[in-house]
C-alpha cells in the first residue's frame, strides 16, 4: 500500500524546496510527514535516507547536524552512518566523542570503531589503557550490559565499563559475566568478593548464570544459600540437585527454588513438557517444574513418549500435570 502511494522515505527536491519524506506509525498503521528541510540551492543528497549538505550545513535523516562542517564533510561509508569532517567524526549524525577523524576507522565489528589513541563503543570512548593489546573476546557479546566482551593486559570490558585486571597474566573468562585470575573472581564488572580463584568453575545454565567454588554455588554472581557446592549439578529441563535437595531454576529472574521434602541424592528427571520444563521424582514426589503432583506415585509414574504433557501411574492418568479423570 504505501509503494502504490509513490513515496518512500528520504530526501525529495520539490521545486525550491528540499522536503524530508517520512512515515509516522508502526507498519501500514500511521501516516507520511512531510517536512521542509532546507532550500534546494547547492543541495546534495550523499545517501537518500541518511546524509546530505548544502554550501553550508550538514543534514541526517532530515535534521540539521549541528556544528558539521559542510565544506570539509564525507562519508566514510557509501551505504553506513559513519562520516567525518576536518574536527568531528559522526555515526548516524551522532559525534563520537573525542574520535580523531584523520585516524578513525571501523574494527569489522558492529559498533566499534578506533583511531589512534582510543576505541569507541558506538559514539562513546572506552578509554583503554593499553590500546597494543586490547581484543574482542566475544564479538556477539560486543556491548552488552552483561557479556565480559574485549580485554587488554590492564582492563576487561563490560559493555563500556573497564574493569581492572588483578594478575594480567593468568586472566580467563570462565562464561558469560565470570571470569577469573590467579589472585580473584569477576562478576561482570564487580569483583566477586570471597570467591575462591583456584577452585572456581562456571557449570552453565540457560545463560551461563551459573558457577561454583570449594565453598559455594553462584546464581548471577550471588551465593545459593544452603546448596553443597561439592554436589551441586545441574540437570535437564531447568532442574539441578546436590547430596541434600533438588532445586528448579525458574527462567523469570529467580534463584534456584529448594523443592521442599526433596531428596537430591535419589532425585531424577523422567521427561520433558511442552511449557519449557519437565516431570522430576524421588521416592516420595513427583514434580512438574517447581510443583509437586499431589497423589503421584513416583514408583509408577510414566511420561506419554508421544505427548508430553500426558503422563500415568498405577491409580490414574494426568495431563498438564492434572489429574484426569
Known sequence: MLASCGKKVGYEIRGDKVIWNSWQGDGMFGKWSEAEVTDEHGFQILQPEGYAKNTQDVFHGGAKVDGADAATFQLLEKQGGLAKDAKRVYDRGAVIEGADPASFERTGMEGLGRDKKDYYLGTKPLHVRDMASFKVLDA????????????????????????????????????????????QVYFGSEVLAGADAASFQGIGGESGEFAKDSKNVYWQGKVVEGCDAATFQLLKYRFAKDSKHAYFCYSSGSPPHALPDSDGQIFEVIGPSSQGFGYAKDAKQVYQGANVITGADPATFVVDPSDPEKASDKNRRYQYGKPVQ
Request: hydrophobic share 40%.
Open 140 to 183: 556477539n557479546a560486543c556491548g552488552k550490559d552483561d557479556k565480559i566482551w574485549a580485554r587488554d593486559s590492564l582492563d576487561y570490558y563490560v559493555s563500556r565499563v573497564a574493569t581492572p585486571i588483578a594478575d594480567p597474566a593468568t586472566f580467563q573468562v570462565i562464561q558469560s559475566w565470570y571470569a577469573k585470575d590467579a589472585r
